[in-house]
């Protein structure tokens, strides 16, 4: 959140924030429903992943992916860094 704000980046609140125990997130913004979690979460709400998503998969830990409005927006790759 530091770093997007020392870079003048726009970050819209999100309200009506869920925690969906062990599978992941989910909130409102900009008027918009958007989920963020496992492919697991994905399919239990009937959200139908690309089959460009599963390759990821594999090549990759789990990533959380991206729902918005119910429909499949992105996978969210996570880097994490040692602090310097």
Do not use: N, Y
Not at 35 to 48: C, K
Not at 60 to 83: H, N, T, W
């Amino acid at each position: 959140m530091r770093r997007a704000e020392t870079m003048d980046l726009h970050l819209s609140p999100v309200t009506d924030i869920k925690v969906i125990e062990g599978k992941g997130i989910q909130g409102v913004c900009e008027g918009r429903t958007v989920l963020v979690g496992s492919a697991r979460l994905a399919a239990g709400l009937g959200i139908t992943l690309s089959a460009d998503a599963g390759t990821e998969l594999q090549a990759r830990s789990a990533p959380p992916f991206v729902v918005i409005d119910g429909k499949p927006a992105g996978i969210v790759f996570l880097l994490f860094l040692k602090p310097m």
